[in-house]
């Protein structure tokens, strides 16, 4: 049997790169990236807001799945840059659902808990009234409205907090923070469940293999994060205590931050629906930290 291609936008970031690593077990893989970061053999050098180019490679890979992972993804640049948030998170997103219809191609978009306001008090489902803070939520959001009105064969995946290699994230700021400082002032007034970007890669690639087996049932949204939720202060102390550093963890509020995109104060994600239609519940937030750290060793 054919192996199935698999295009994967961004394959260069924190969470394309891993997606990369894991598909190429099963399926031929392709990334587009501004750089080849990871050396991927069946590379495209391409900026997607060049919809030409992205439609002109797409057409020469004929991928059977695309996973655009590729995004603007600095928060708080994304409210004075606006244009440029607009243009990689709308614009080249729609594209890429264009391209997909035209060539009969299953999307999978990569979106996230920022689309919500975070004054939910338990844990958002997919049905729930997205209602975004900032510009990259609305951005987001946005996308993930085109492709819904547009697409039939589409799945968008809400995710939060994501942590792994490559990437600048939380885990190894507090580790390379608290060598250096033995007081870290951290916010304790938002809620999130940190999500390891193997254990969603892992996740896609469930998903992958039901609707490749199953079309048509497991098209649509899922939100899908290491399971369990904790505040930043609670997940910088397991952190802290996880690598035996000495530094000191303080609470603080997220008003204190001054920082220029509002955040939800909830973004706890229910799984519950991936769960149900997969049967494969996400592993707790604390064992994926435990692994990523170990991992890393
Ligand atoms: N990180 C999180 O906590 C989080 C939470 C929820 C959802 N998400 C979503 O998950 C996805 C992956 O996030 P991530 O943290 O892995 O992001 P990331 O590390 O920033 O990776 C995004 C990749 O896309 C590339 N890219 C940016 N603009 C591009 C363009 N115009 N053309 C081609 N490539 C471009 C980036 O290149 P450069 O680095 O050179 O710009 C980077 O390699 C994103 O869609 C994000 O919205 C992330």
Request: contains cysteine; proline residues 3%.
């Amino acid at each position: 049997m054919r192996k199935l291609k698999v295009l994967i936008t961004g394959s260069s970031g924190m969470l394309g790169r891993a997606i990369c690593c894991l598909l190429a077990k099963d399926y031929h893989v392709c990334g587009i990236d501004l750089e080849n970061s990871i050396r991927l053999v069946n590379f495209f050098k391409c900026d997607i807001t060049k919809h030409s180019l992205f439609r002109k490679i797409t057409l020469k890979v004929r991928p059977d799945i695309i996973i655009h992972t590729a995004a603007y993804t600095d928060v708080d640049e994304c409210e004075v840059n606006k244009k440029k948030a607009g243009d990689i998170n709308i614009k080249a997103s729609a594209n890429i659902a264009m391209v997909c219809r035209d060539i009969d191609c299953t999307l999978i978009f990569i979106s996230t808990d920022y689309v919500f306001n975070g004054r939910k008090k338990s844990p958002y489902l997919e049905k729930d009234k997205p209602s975004p803070l900032n510009v990259y939520g609305k951005t987001k959001f946005d996308a993930e409205r085109f492709i819904s009105n547009n697409l039939d064969r589409y799945i968008l995946v809400r995710t939060t907090w994501l942590y792994g290699n490559g990437g600048k994230n939380f885990v190894d700021t507090i580790v390379n923070n608290a060598k250096l400082m033995p007081l870290l002032r951290v916010v304790d007034n938002q809620r999130g469940s940190p999500t390891y970007v193997l254990d969603l890669a892992a996740a896609l690639r469930i998903l992958i293999k039901k609707v490749i087996l199953y079309p048509g049932k497991y098209y649509g949204i899922y939100n899908i994060t290491n399971s369990g939720s904790c505040s930043w202060y609670r997940f910088a102390k397991e952190i802290i205590k996880v690598n035996r550093l000495n530094s000191r963890v303080i609470s603080s509020k997220i008003e204190y931050s001054k920082r220029p995109a509002k955040r939800p104060e909830n973004s706890v994600l229910s799984n519950s629906k991936f769960n149900r239609l997969t049967g494969r519940p996400m592993r707790n937030w604390k064992e994926a930290l435990c692994a990523y750290l170990q991992n890393k060793k």
